[in-house]
């Protein structure tokens, strides 16, 4: 997908009800999201505990979007097999989580889904460029993982233009993703810097008008 084209919309669940996923996504579903971004978390790499296998195996019977697993996790090559397995069609895995950056994207390629590649926003952009090249997906964090409803780091909108000239460089279709702190006010310059794919959490589950109207409203937002 060219960045010209109209950016996907990527609800997080982590803002959303727990007890209530299967209607949080069936909302999200229904007014129009494009994929559903679930943050994997393990209580050591990020200070918080969230979903394992199960949860995204269920959540994959629950909806026909394509899930976006974000795994905020140490070892992550411990753990592609079996989120493919669950159902995971996108893969993340931290640059900073694993010695061996590449052969965990082939495994995540191996077990069938797709990989991609993340960093903190403390990290330098060049760490991840050397794996553009594996990746289907690479993901621009801005905010500090863990936790959602944090403000928008300003600083992410370069890197998001950098990983974007460098996947325009070298021709590489990987879709650019953008996670945290991203409200109505601010997806549109999110786009603008190059993103072809939304995170939104918060935004979408806590709005006074409810995840559906919700959706819609970011859908108009990044489409101007």
Known sequence: MGHDASPKLAPSILSADFARLGDAVAAIERAGADWVHVDVMDGHFVPNLTFGPKMVDDLRKATS???DVHLMIERPEDWVARYAEAGAAYLTIHVEATRDVPGTLRAIRTAGARPGITLNPETPVESVLP??????????????PGFGGQAFIESSLAKVAAVRAA???RRLRA???VDGGIKLDNAARVVAAGATVIVAGSAIFEDAEGPVRATEKFRMAVRR
């Open 175 to 177: 879709d650019l993703e």
């Open 131 to 144: 794996h553009l090249d594996e990746v289907d997906l690479a993901l621009v964090m801005s905010v500090h």
């Open 65 to 67: 979007l394509p899930l």
């Open 167 to 169: 996947l325009d460089a």
